[in-house]
């Protein structure tokens, strides 16, 4: 059988791509063994290894490019990306060194938040969910604790109500400790008052308590908000301001809630917070003249809007 020109040719390249692909594994696989063996590399030589055979494997079935590939990617490392860096000016402190952990990606991969988990009622995504929620930051995750006391999981209710008693019961002694001390202070001195109104909006926003426990806590909020302001109202910033109007708003006591939006907006006129605590108030009361009257001011003025209160602006104004 007399072989065609372009047969012969193609048999020729895919030897020599076969020989060049055989030759790079063999190379390859003698150079790893030939490197001395270090405490803890067994692994990273059993890749390389693995790196050399897939290699070949890509030169083989693809003749001429593969190889090609390989060689300008070689090249290029040697020449333009292989450099050495100039630590000369680098100062390494302990102070500014910040360990890296590892994610657990197995872990990760498998939690889904306790709503879903809820909803869908898969048991074990929610009990995972609860333990990741009960090792880390309970303070900032209590609203999904309290939804995982209606799950029909028994052992995650169970999570949760032991988790969520702990802190309640922890967030009463707090609050009555830092009660006690504001009660020891100094006329001048504002540092417990702050201290207890970010203590308590940070568990008061979220919602857990009763309705009853909620309003004695959210007045106990505001009467200790009426001691700063009268010892110190710089001392009351705007977050604090919208805080409290905020949680008085939740509890349906619009008359505080409205006497705080006003003396937000007297002490901080050219804040955002003091235009959409107004807005909700009137739109929770339905005053429509002053709501309307509110967002034509904050249109005419100079206060960069976030994207919420212009889609509000876009639907009412």
């Known amino acids: 059988m007399t072989l065609t020109r372009e047969e012969y040719i193609f048999l020729v390249v895919f030897a020599v791509n076969l020989l060049v692909a055989v030759l790079y594994l063999i190379w390859g696989i003698v150079w790893v063994s030939m490197r001395p063996e270090k405490e803890g590399q067994t692994e990273e030589l059993r890749d390389n290894r693995r790196a050399y055979l897939l290699r070949s494997v890509v030169m083989v079935f693809c003749p001429v490019i593969g190889p090609l590939f390989f060689l300008i990617a070689h090249v290029l ?130 919602g857990v308590f009763t309705n009853l426990e909620q309003d004695r806590f959210v007045h106990m909020m505001e009467e200790t908000a009426q001691a700063l302001y009268e010892k110190d109202p710089d001392k009351l910033t705007q977050e604090r301001y919208e805080n409290i109007c905020l949680r008085l708003l939740e509890i349906n006591d619009f008359e505080n809630s409205g006497k705080w939006c006003l003396r937000l907006s007297q002490q901080y006129p050219d804040q955002l917070s003091a235009y959409t605590c107004r807005l909700k108030l009137y739109f929770t009361t339905r005053n429509r003249e002053a709501f309307f009257e509110t967002i034509d001011a904050l249109k005419k003025s100079d206060i960069i809007i976030d994207s919420e209160t212009l889609e509000m602006i876009r639907i009412f104004g």
Do not use: C, W
């Open 77 to 206: 490392y040697l020449t333009i990306f292989r450099f050495q860096v100039d630590l000369e000016d680098v100062i390494f402190r302990k102070d500014r060194v910040k360990t890296q952990l590892k994610a657990d990606e197995d872990r990760e991969r498998n939690v889904i938040p306790v709503e879903e988990a809820i909803v869908v009622n898969d048991k074990r995504s929610l009990r995972l969910a609860m333990m990741n929620i009960i090792k880390g930051d309970m303070y900032g995750s209590l609203a999904s604790i309290a939804l995982a006391l209606g799950a029909e999981d028994s052992e995650t209710a169970h999570y949760a109500a032991s988790a969520l008693s702990d802190i309640l019961n922890e967030f009463r002694m707090n609050v009555h400790g830092i009660m006690q001390k504001i009660q020891e202070e100094e006329p001048d001195q504002t540092e417990h008052e702050e201290e207890l109104l970010d203590y308590m909006n940070d568990v008061l926003r979220q």
